[in-house]
């Protein structure tokens, strides 16, 4: 039901040691000299349960009605792109992605610059309106959509438009399936903020920039 990262996604450190980010490279990821772990109290998880593992929520995600299709429509609003995230109370890698990736602020301010994410129970009762007007709980919609494993994040095309017709994992653009590290978390963000998903895949598309980060004499952050 937990799960870390597959192989395919969890990336070594001598693997990320070769990858190279374009574009915003030197905005996201430090020099050599601050490649420590920048994690900072003011980034601190919301807890919403008591449970060994505790159950956490961040404060800037997306105050929603559960109505997925104005959720999106209001990210678009917003200049950002939908996601949603799932997660399951005493979750460790739910813990883990709030306690230590969103508490690094490259990591958050990024996300939360570019995204509206909707976080939601993969055993929750709450009941939620799918895009296509359909009601359902929690739980019935992860089974919809074949999420398995917490945390799970969706990432959403831009508008109903490209969503109509489609059913399942086939409306999504992208899927982080289990949980990353926070550099390739954020790369993985970066990945659909830039469309790169129109042409490659994640695999390839850090692959394509391993020469620009090493030329740009940036550092593999230590997270």
């Known amino acids: 039901?937990?799960?870390?990262?597959?192989?395919?996604?969890?990336?070594?450190?001598?693997?990320?040691?070769?990858?190279?980010?374009?574009?915003?490279?030197?905005?996201?990821?430090?020099?050599?000299?601050?490649?420590?772990?920048?994690?900072?109290?003011?980034?601190?998880?919301?807890?919403?349960?008591?449970?060994?593992?505790?159950?956490?929520?961040?404060?800037?995600?997306?105050?929603?009605?559960?109505e997925l299709a104005d959720d999106l429509k209001e990210a678009k609003n917003n200049g950002k792109r939908f996601a949603v995230i799932w997660e399951l109370d005493g979750c460790p890698y739910c813990r883990e992605t709030h306690l230590i990736n969103f508490a690094i602020p490259q990591v958050t301010d990024f996300i939360r610059a570019n995204f509206e994410i909707v976080r939601l129970d993969l055993k929750g009762a709450r009941e939620v309106i799918n895009f296509n007007g359909t009601t359902?709980?929690?739980?019935?919609?992860?089974?919809?959509?074949?999420?398995?494993?917490?945390?799970?994040?969706?990432?959403?095309?831009?508008t109903l438009e490209k969503i109509n017709g489609k059913k399942g994992e086939k409306i999504e653009v992208a899927r982080i399936p289990g949980y990353l590290r926070p550099f390739p978390f954020l790369?993985?963000?970066?990945?659909?903020?830039?469309?790169?998903?129109?042409?490659?895949?994640?695999?390839?598309?850090?692959?394509?920039?391993?020469?620009l980060l090493t030329a740009s004499g940036r550092a593999i952050p230590s997270w």
């Not at 996201?28 to 000299?33: G, L, N």
């Not at 739980?139 to 831009?158: M, N, S, V, W």
């Not at 993985?188 to 020469?211: C, G």
């Open 136 to 158: 359902m709980s929690e739980r019935d919609l992860a089974k919809f959509y074949g999420i398995r494993f917490t945390p799970t994040i969706q990432f959403f095309p831009e």
């Open 187 to 211: 790369l993985f963000f970066q990945f659909v903020h830039e469309k790169a998903y129109l042409e490659t895949n994640f695999h390839k598309y850090l692959n394509s920039h391993v020469a």
């Open 1 to 66: 039901m937990f799960k870390k990262g597959s192989a395919n996604l969890a990336f070594s450190r001598r693997n990320l040691g070769q990858v190279a980010i374009a574009g915003l490279a030197s905005a996201i990821f430090p020099k050599a000299s601050d490649s420590g772990s920048p994690t900072s109290p003011n980034y601190a998880p919301v807890r919403v349960s008591d449970s060994d593992f505790g159950s956490y929520t961040q404060s800037w995600f997306l105050e929603s009605f559960l």
